[in-house]
């Protein structure tokens, strides 16, 4: 059994790659809610729909978020009305939202609302979300600290970052089924998808136990690179890193990423890099990592499990 | 200065008339709000809006309600994900609704959130809730207590009448609007328009004090029939009053409303019941009442005006 720890776009390429090919009761998927907001009175959590749209194969390619297909007469009404319009409600996409707002106020955890969304969307993985309990990424920046999507949508990523804080995670706790399956004996690797390490990553491993526990797990714990010839495909990745101080690049996310991996899956074009990684006592593996359509993530899923394996043969004998 | 009283689709009609002919300063069209209630966590004012996208020339003319030229894709949406669809929500109409809700969670009053709502949508004239506070229909059937839109909406009118309930109507305060208006040294006549007695008229006259006020006004009060040889044009109308063992007729309406009247409007075809009217100590005034378009709202309300003014001229002289 394999965990893929996931959030955006990246991650749920990655995520619905290895869907494609494991079995639904041996990977469970643990996206990250840090990016959940409350808006219009809507519980709204972007990862857990990116990975879940993307592995219903309803995403909307074009955009990164939402819906293939999508329409926005109720975005173009709400204008009318004077609402606010600067995150965008497609609105077959708004149904989803008004679902969980709604059966979240029932008293239902995020975890079970997330399993229903996912069945009535024919998704057969499992898709759970870091925690139950609410995480807000808070971007502190020169212009003051800023809720997330005020950070990513409203002001598009453009304030220069002083420091990331995942509100709420502290007292926040991993839910049953991450847990669960940490603890499992059957547990066989975990992997990082290729999703932003500041944003996406970071709010999972914030969570009280979640870092120390993932380090001490004798498997193989693979990390895919965001970060290529020091640019992420898309998203703030390497421009936040630089206002960090860090250089972007797959060593830095190692770096970040600490003893939480022991082995990097790289672009081919890094290879450069497999000596850094080496240094940091990584395992490292140079692949073809951009993923441009479902034949690119089948292809990366199965490279990363193929890695996992040989690390597994490679772990067991040392 | 006019008070029109309305509620659904036929109160609508008429004060669109009326609207089309008197300028915005001197007609407060006073609405039902004992249809709103809470659904998918959203609050729906469904006499607000019929009133709202009538005046707009926005309405739909073919449901009764919600906009024209709508779209259903989030509703489609909605079933997929297991939602509730029995109460339809179109994309556009959706916009208002969450705005709606979004201002009133903000601490907004009804009052303000829909002179904002009618001012986004180019309604000149001064569309007000009954009430500020929650007033909600009840309607008492032999299948037990249904919530109005339940009643309406999801049991299609079906279950039997027995009596009906305006649960927090003993309560609510008339809006400021509202008793400003009837306090008015201005105001010339009231209009009741053609719109169901029992659940559209019937709410507002529950609120503390209306009756008894509309009763001491020394000016015309006219209520036009919505039942025309002894049919509502739409609606469970005449079907409730037949449960209540009371015939249905623009003479049973005038005998509901009782000395809140002091003048009814009814169906030329109706003339024959202009004697029971008479006996009733009511003036009577058979007009065309049926409105299938703009052009016989405005002749509907030319012709209620004009009436008024007659009454005003015989009230004067007593």
Known sequence: MIIALA????????????????????L?????TGDDFEHLGLAISPDLDTVMYTLAGRANPELGWGLAGETWNFMAALEL????????????DLATHLERTNRLGHGEALSDVTAHLCRRFGVAHHVAPMSDD?????VHTRDGVLAFQ????RRRCEPMVTSIEFSG???????KAFTEALDSPELEAIVICPSNPLLSIGPILALPGVR?????????????SPIIQGKAIRGPAAKMMRELGKEPSAVTVAEMYGDVVNAMVI??????????????????????????????QHQLAGTVLQFAQTLRVALDTV
Chains 1, 2 share one sequence.
């Open 28 to 32: 469970l998927i643990v996206v990250n």
């Open 150 to 153: 005020d950070y990513f949508v």
């Open 134 to 138: 609410p995480v807000r990424t808070l």
């Open 7 to 26: 959030g955006g776009v990246g991650g749920a390429k990655l995520a619905n790659g290895l869907a494609a090919i494991m079995p639904p009761d041996k």
């Open 81 to 92: 009305v004077g609402g606010e319009t600067w995150f965008r409600l497609g609105d077959r």
């Open 267 to 296: 672009e081919e074009s890094d290879h450069a890099q497999m000596r850094n990684l080496t240094n940091l006592g990584l395992a490292g593996l140079p692949a073809h990592t951009v993923m441009k359509n479902p034949a690119d």
């Open 212 to 224: 120390a526990r993932l380090a001490s797990l004798p498997i193989p714990r693979i990390a895919v």
């Open 169 to 175: 995670a502290a007292t926040a706790k991993p839910t």
